[in-house]
C-alpha cells in the first residue's frame, strides 16, 4: 500500500522502504540532515499508514471507558490520552492515541495493530450504540516536529496554535494560493494536534486525502524560509529511539504487559476495571515485571537487527527490538528489553552481532532531552 502523497514523495527523489505492509519514503535528501532538520529547526513526516478509527454513536464514550486501559470519560472535547487495549492475561493489543472530539472519538495506531484493534472493537460492541468506521483511508496525516514547529504553523495557518497540552487538539485551516484566473485564495480545514513524536516539540496534521497534495506542497512552500526539510522513515526512527518512544509491531506486541514496554502513561488506575486490568494491577500493586524496554548505547558502530541477543556474562538478559546510528550522540544505540535486574544506567553488556559480541550499556531513556520549546516566537 502507498500514501497519498507517494507521487509526490518520488518527484522529490525520495528512496523507499517497507514498513508494516505500506511503501514509505525512507530517506528524501540524507538521513542525518533530515535528523538535526528536526533536532534544530523543522522537519514535516508523512504518516499517512497509520490507522485512523473513528467510533460515533450516543454510547461511544462508555464503550471506550469500558474497555481501553485509561480514563477516556473525564476527557472533554479538544483533549486526548495515550491507551491500550489489552486481552484477558493483560497483554497489549494495541497501543494508541485517543483524540475526543464533539461527535466522535479517534484512535490512532500504528498499521500492524489496525487490524487487530478493530476486530476487538466489533467484539466487545455488543448491543452497544456505537459506530465504528476505519477512516484511514479517506485522510492524510502530516507529522510537524522540532524547536521551530509552532513558528511553521503560524505561517501556513496564520495563527498560531491556541493548545498547548500533549495530545489536545481541534480545528484548524491551511491557507492555499488562489488557483489560476482567481484572486481569491482558498483555505482547507484540518484536524491539528499537538503530538510530540521526536522529543521536540510537534503537532499532527490530519486532511482530506483529496487535499494531502495541495497542503504538502504549500506546507513545503512556505516552510522554506524556516529551512524546513521533508523527513523519511529511517530519521523519524532514530528519533524517537532517542526519545524512548516504543513503535507497536517493532518493540511492543501482544507478547509483552504495558509497564514491560513503559506504557504506564496509557493506564489509569481509578477509573476502575478494563480488559486486562487484573493482570496488570496485580504488577502494579504486588509485584514487578521480570523485564522492562530500556535503552542500549554501543561502544563502537555495529549492524544490530531487531532479535540480537544482549549478554551478561555467559547469561543471555534480553534482546534488541530497534536499533540505529544517532547523529547526536555519534553512536549506534537500540531499544531492547533486559531483565529488570540488570536495567541500572552504566550497566555493561554485550550485544550480539554478525561481527560477534559487542560491548555497550545500559541508558536511561529518553537518551537525548530537549530542551522544553518556548511558546513565545
Known amino acids: 500500500m502507498r500514501t497519498p502523497l507517494y507521487e509526490l514523495h518520488r518527484a522529490q527523489g525520495a528512496t523507499f522502504t517497507e514498513y508494516q505492509g505500506w511503501t514509505v519514503p525512507d530517506v528524501f535528501s540524507h538521513p542525518t540532515e533530515e535528523y538535526w532538520s ?58 494508541m492515541n485517543v483524540f475526543i472530539a464533539g461527535d466522535a472519538v479517534f484512535l490512532e495506531t500504528e498499521p500492524a495493530a489496525g487490524h487487530p484493534l478493530l476486530e476487538k472493537l466489533e467484539m466487545y460492541r455488543l448491543m452497544q450504540k456505537v459506530e465504528i468506521e476505519d477512516v484511514s483511508g479517506t485522510v492524510a496525516k502530516l507529522l510537524v516536529q522540532g524547536p521551530r514547529s509552532r513558528e511553521l504553523l503560524l505561517t501556513v495557518c496564520g495563527e498560531e496554535p491556541t493548545f498547548d497540552e ?70 523519524l526512527n532514530i528519533l524517537r529511539i532517542e526519545a524512548g518512544i516504543p513503535w507497536y509491531g517493532i518493540d511492543v506486541d501482544e507478547t509483552h504487559f504495558p509497564q514491560e514496554a513503559r506504557l504506564d502513561e496509557a493506564l489509569d488506575w481509578n477509573k476502575g476495571c478494563f480488559i486486562g486490568y487484573e493482570p496488570v494491577a496485580r504488577i502494579k500493586f504486588r509485584g514487578h515485571v521480570n523485564r522492562a524496554l530500556t535503552g542500549l548505547e554501543l561502544s563502537r558502530k555495529a549492524e544490530l537487527e531487531s532479535g540480537n541477543v544482549i549478554w551478561k556474562g555467559d547469561r543471555q538478559i534480553g534482546y534488541v527490538t530497534s536499533a540505529g546510528y544517532s547523529p547526536g550522540l555519534d553512536a549506534v544505540i537500540a531499544l531492547g528489553y533486559v531483565r529488570r535486574e540488570f536495567l541500572d544506567p552504566g550497566q555493561e553488556v554485550l550485544v550480539q552481532t554478525v561481527e560477534g559480541p559487542i560491548p555497550a550499556v545500559v541508558s536511561r531513556l529518553p537518551f537525548i532531552r530537549s530542551e522544553p520549546a518556548s511558546d513565545n516566537m
Open 38 to 95: 528536526v533536532r534544530r529547526g523543522v522537519g514535516v513526516v508523512d504518516v499517512s499508514y497509520r490507522t485512523t478509527i473513528r467510533i460515533g454513536g450516543p454510547e461511544r464514550i462508555q464503550f471506550l471507558h469500558r474497555i481501553l486501559s485509561n480514563d477516556v470519560q473525564n476527557l472533554s472535547p479538544g483533549r486526548g490520552c495515550r491507551a491500550t487495549l489489552l486481552t484477558a492475561k493483560g497483554k497489549v493489543i494495541a497501543a
Open 166 to 235: 500533549e495530545l489536545s487538539h481541534g480545528e484548524a485551516r491551511v491557507k492555499l494560493d488562489g488557483e489560476e484566473g482567481h484572486h481569491e485564495s482558498r483555505s482547507v480545514s484540518m484536524r491539528l494536534m499537538r503530538v510530540g513524536e521526536t522529543g521536540e516539540q510537534g503537532y499532527e496534521l490530519v486532511v482530506p486525502m483529496a487535499e494531502a497534495g495541495s497542503v504538502w506542497e504549500r506546507i513545503m512552500q512556505l516552510g522554506a524560509s524556516l529551512d524546513l526539510k521533508p523527513v523519511g522513515f529511517r530519521a
